[in-house]
């Protein structure tokens, strides 16, 4: 439409789309014979065109002012085509062009914000408060931010658009079509310095049974996606296109899906998967999980939790525990599918719990469940909200295992189970009562409502007695910190040697703790699931033939994942990490609409 238009009014199209921009720019404006549409999306175009061909100059990085100003005058003839004719969007909703100019707003908005971003000066006036006044060139724009950055900071270290990120390892891409710049906030809280370094959440806090404990870490996905709209306030087309002041406002598009501009409903622009990609791209989870799983420098010696938005009162939570040597990498599909699904991403917000797998998982167990207890209790005190109600855990492997004690009552079983492991000192053991009890006798935490369990070894595995594996066993060293953060309950209970690394070593790990043969294993099978709470088995089997009570995964056989009682069981073929399978994220799914179903109809 655009070459029909130059055409039409007498323009050279050679010139208007090199040298002579500016020039033919102003003989639209003032020529007649075309309609108000036609002229103010070809106006759009041309701007886009120049804005372009100035960032793609030599000296671009000279001249941002002019930049910029380009790329406004962009957004403002493509804001007044939307906006400022006699027929209102909605009238030309199937029309190609309407959605053509809506992308050269967004594109030239999104290129816009971030020129802006990196030119930041104090003379412009730094976006640094929820309102803020910027001054570029001629321009003059008020922000206003109408989200909370993780960790409640005033500006990210990087914005990266959406539409130029792509991820290796993510199957889909998620986003919501509709108005504004997608866009993705990288803040400086590295997620591999939050694992092991104080956090702003270390502090003295009572929890729901009144004790007084230190709260473990916790912290927001550093890299939110948002929205930015550009938003002339402007009476009449002619008042628009002189007026070089405009509003800024910064969305979350988890939270608002649409908005109300010019007396329309328009969709807010939203993507899903681009801030989880970035964080997860960056996080060194990969390489780091092994360093925790061996016990190396820079691992971590105790869980963390990720929530992978701003806690939401409304949305109640997925609790995601990932298995041995392993990390939130693989729920990296799994969350994402969540979050592209319209239905779930209303009902639920994601925490992914990291924690160190080398850790026996008895120990695993008390320290997540306290981690969760102490996040819950901070960020929701009343317990009263929907987030606190019905949360639905998910657990892969090991994380299945963790998962069942979570939902599972202990009252003296792991107490005759502990007494019994070789070098514990009986004595020293009920001396130390107080500080081991919660490690040992627990309830089911009250708030989960469902659980579902992944290739989860409820019975442990031969595959963890295997010579090879005995000797990776052995190369697996625990942190001094464990002794520290279990309040001194471990060492209380052993006796032997005094050095504490010779203590250390006589500790089983959570490869022992896999062993179908292992004690623990045992006495842990034998805890009641509480009768509250609806379990999945989602089971993989390596071969579709043969029996299935003979089958395994590689790593677990199907006897020890099969639990009786489960609401469903979805057996796939697949290795061991089935969580990952098309048809597993599909079956999660499925769990989860049935479980919103539900939810719906209790009182």
Known sequence: ????????????????????????????????????????????????QEAIRIAESPDSQLHPVASFGAWMEATRYAYAYLFFTSRAPGERALEDRQTQVRD???????????????????????????????????????????????????????LLPASSLSFKGLRSVYRRDGFGAELVAVLDNHPLEVTHSESRHENESRG???????????????????????????????????????????????????????GERIPLAGNYTAGYGVWLARSGFNEQSLRSLLGRDRGIDRPHLYMMQPFDPDRRIILMLHGLASSPEAWVNVANEILGDEDLRRAFQIWQVYYPTNMPVVLNHAAIRRLFEDVLASVDPSGQTAA?????????????????????????????????????????????????????????????????????????????????????????????????????????AYAGPANVSELLKTIPTSIDNLDQQDPFVKAA???????????????ARLNAKGPLEKTDDGLVPYASSHLPGAASEKVIVSGHSVQETAAAILEIRRILHEDIEQHRQRP
């Open 525 to 539: 099978a034998t805890l009641p699931i509480s009768r509250h709470v609806p379990y999945h088995s989602i089971i």
């Open 104 to 158: 050269w707003y967004n594109y030239s908005v999104q290129q816009a914000v971030t020129l802006l971003f990196k030119n930041r000066t104090e003379e412009s006036g730094v976006i640094n408060q929820r309102h803020s006044t910027v001054r570029i060139g001629n321009w003059t724009l008020h922000v206003k931010m109408k989200v909370r950055l993780p960790e409640n900071a005033s500006m990210p270290q990087e």
């Open 388 to 492: 606190s109600q019905g949360v639905v855990v998910i657990g892969h492997s090991m994380g299945g295992m963790i998962s069942r004690l979570l939902v599972s009552s202990a009252d003296e079983q792991l107490w005759n189970w502990a007494l019994n492991v070789p070098n514990v000192d009986a004595n020293g053991t009920t001396s130390a009562r107080d500080h081991i009890d919660p490690i040992l006798r627990f309830e089911p935490l009250p708030e989960v409502g469902r659980v579902i369990f992944i290739a989860a070894p409820h019975r442990g595995t031969a595959v963890a007695g295997q010579r090879i594996v005995r000797w990776l066993s052995g190369l697996i060293r625990l942190p001094l910190t464990m002794l520290k953060n279990m309040g001194g309950a471990v060492q209380s």
């Open 208 to 262: 729901r049974r009144g004790y007084r404990h230190r709260v473990p870490r916790w912290s927001e996905m550093p890299s939110p996606n948002l929205t930015v709209l550009f938003r002339f306030d402007s009476e009449d087309l002619e008042d628009l296109l002189q007026r070089q002041e405009v509003h800024v406002s910064v969305h979350d598009p988890l939270v608002e899906s649409e908005l109300r501009l010019h």
């Open 1 to 48: 439409m655009t070459e029909q238009t130059i055409h039409v009014t007498g323009l050279d199209l050679n010139s208007c789309a090199s040298t002579s921009v500016p020039a033919c720019m102003a003989a639209l404006s003032e020529a007649s014979g075309i309609s108000e549409e036609r002229r103010l999306s070809t106006l759009a175009e041309l701007w886009l």
